[in-house]
């Protein structure tokens, strides 16, 4: 069974362009997950959707990030117009459930920005 | 958020046991800790989790205190592909009422030979 995949593995941009991360979830996961973790702090939640509803943005940083989970299967992250701060290594997860169900971590996506 | 404290780093001697501790005085009553590693450029692969007594699975255990403000991961016979940062993990109930993990810093384990 393929596992949490990210795509870019690497994103480097300059200051003021638009990104735009993907994540495919494991097949059959409804939750998923971003977080991310910037120069020298710990990984953070960013959001949360079940299927294609966002149940929780809380730890999305600003408005020019925006998540979106259309059809419920694969999710993608846009950053617009990218900062200097945005640089780091954004991570999705997914899980069958919620409760009490373990979440499972694609690889990452190294974003740097210039 | 309830929050995870965790050494920054330490050393190993390949093939003996690692014992990594975490500090987690706010846990809730009915919250699980989860223990996940993150090795050089991968995501974050689940180890081990419990909830109050010990747990014990192929690559690990997992102590609890009894009062559940501390735990320590033990690895038993630590390999050098065990070099990795381990996280020590509580859950948070998001605004919506469902869950987001809550990591710490994690402490990064070096296995010497």
């Known amino acids: 069974e393929a596992g949490v995949t990210q795509f870019p593995s690497h994103s480097v941009i300059e200051k003021g362009q638009t990104v735009t991360l993907r994540c495919d979830p494991i097949?059959?996961?409804?939750?998923l997950y971003w977080y991310r973790r910037v120069m020298g702090k710990e990984i953070k939640f960013l959001l949360h959707?079940?299927?294609?509803?966002?149940?929780?943005e809380s730890g999305m940083p600003n408005n020019r990030f925006l998540a979106e989970r259309t059809g419920g299967t694969y999710s993608t992250l846009k950053v617009q117009p990218a900062e200097l701060e945005d640089s780091g290594v954004y991570f999705c997860?997914?899980?069958?459930?919620?409760?009490?169900?373990?979440?499972?971590f694609g690889p990452g996506t190294r974003l740097t920005v210039l | 958020d309830a929050k995870t404290t965790q050494p920054t780093s330490m050393d190993c001697a390949e093939g003996r046991a690692a014992n990594l501790p975490c500090n987690h005085s706010?846990?809730?009553?009915?919250?699980?800790v989860y223990w996940y590693r993150q090795i050089h450029s991968q995501g974050p692969q689940y180890i081990i989790h419990?909830?109050?007594n010990n747990e014990t699975n192929e690559m690990a255990s997992l102590i609890i205190t009894e009062d559940r403000k501390s735990s320590t991961l033990i690895l038993p016979h630590a390999t050098l592909r065990d070099t990795a940062v381990y996280y020590c993990?509580?859950?948070?109930?998001?605004?919506?009422?469902?869950?987001?993990?809550?990591f710490g810093t994690g402490t990064r384990l070096k296995v010497l030979a």
């Open positions: 706010t846990i809730s009553g009915n919250e699980y």
């Open positions: 419990g909830l109050k």
């Open positions: 997860a997914s899980s069958l459930g919620d409760s009490r169900v373990l979440q499972y």
């Open positions: 097949s059959g996961h409804d939750n």
């Open positions: 993990i509580v859950r948070d109930r998001t605004t919506s009422g469902t869950y987001k993990y809550i």
């Open positions: 959707f079940v299927k294609e509803s966002k149940q929780d």
